[in-house]
């Protein structure tokens, strides 16, 4: 009895499964009909259809990943679905984009590719081993798009009665410095100057771990001298941080005009900072690390000043 009411439910059970498969299947067939729909509309607009990896613009798209090969080019790269919406979104006047149906991971691809053609951007689809090869994430979504670069100037920044600002000083490593500047776009910094550059701002990690909001935030690289005598005429106070202080960044108010200053992850700030900001600030640590990722104690700092801004 119990036997039977067991192998009643599997039975029931085995053909809701089967039933369920069938409607997915069915709603997959759907969604390859209506991207191939789209897709049919968007083929006359192709400029090219790339599969062999020796093609030459397979061999640039790779190049652009060297700092170097984009300054010549005065470009940079654009990977990801979330990355290429927003620039669209920001006014970024995409040169190209790539794309390759194989790696999409959604439906609203064929959307924003057509989006990025109404803009101008020209499109040139790729097979899926051609992607794999200009992609630099381990895991592509099939869109790729090729942009030009700009560059501000300390005098491009607009400010108002209590500007709120980020200094990062040689930060080395793109990841951080693209993690610096989604944190500040949290924060609600004016801007971030980048003094004394390591790394470049359109390296295509910065653009990535940034999310985008470098199409956004007002991003100025320039010496430390030049920045340091344009905050004082403008009146900014810096704060730089340091682990040799006494002042803890809680105790130390962070109101009013201010530009906090971080240091490079391995050296920390250079001595010119460490003579010339306003005030100096640390944050505790009550274990046995005498630090903390750069990444990390500026997302503290912003946010300790934003607390005191607030109140």
């Not at 006014?91 to 999409?104: N, Q, S, T």
């Amino acid at each position: 009895m119990h036997a039977n009411r067991r192998a009643s439910r599997g039975g029931s059970d085995s053909r809701s499964f089967a039933e369920i498969c069938g409607a997915l299947r069915g709603l997959n067939k759907l969604w390859h009909f209506r991207v191939f729909r789209v897709f049919r509309g968007l083929s006359s607009a192709v400029t090219e259809k790339i599969t062999s990896l020796q093609n030459p613009r397979v061999k640039q798209l790779v190049r652009l990943r060297e700092r170097r090969e984009r300054d010549e080019a005065w470009l940079f790269l654009v990977e990801g679905y979330r990355e290429v919406r927003r620039a669209l979104e920001k006014g970024v006047k995409l040169k190209e984009l790539y794309f390759a149906p194989d790696w999409f991971l959604g439906e609203n691809e064929p959307a924003l590719i057509e989006q990025a053609r109404q803009a101008g951007a020209q499109l040139f689809e790729l097979s899926k081993d051609a992607f794999a090869k200009v992609a630099y994430r381990e895991r592509p979504d099939g869109l790729l798009a090729v942009a030009p670069q700009w560059r501000r100037t300390l005098d491009d920044l607009t400010l108002g009665a209590a500007p709120f600002l980020l200094v990062c000083e040689s930060i080395e490593k793109p990841g951080n410095l693209g993690t610096i500047l989604r944190s500040a776009d949290a924060a609600g910094c004016d801007a971030v100057i980048v003094c004394d550059a390591v790394t470049d701002v359109f390296n295509p990690n910065v653009v990535r771990a940034s999310t985008g909001v470098l199409f956004s935030l007002p991003v100025v690289v320039a010496d430390s001298q030049t920045v340091h005598a344009w905050l004082k005429a403008k009146g900014i106070r810096t704060a730089a941080t340091t682990p040799h202080t006494d002042n803890l960044y809680t105790k130390t108010d962070l109101r009013g005009p201010l530009a906090v200053v971080m240091g490079s992850e391995q050296y920390g700030l250079s001595d010119f900072w460490m003579k010339g900001a306003d005030v100096l600030v640390r944050i505790p640590m009550a274990g046995q690390a005498d630090s903390l990722n750069v990444a990390m104690a500026t997302i503290i700092t912003l946010f300790e000043a934003v607390r005191q801004r607030s109140e």
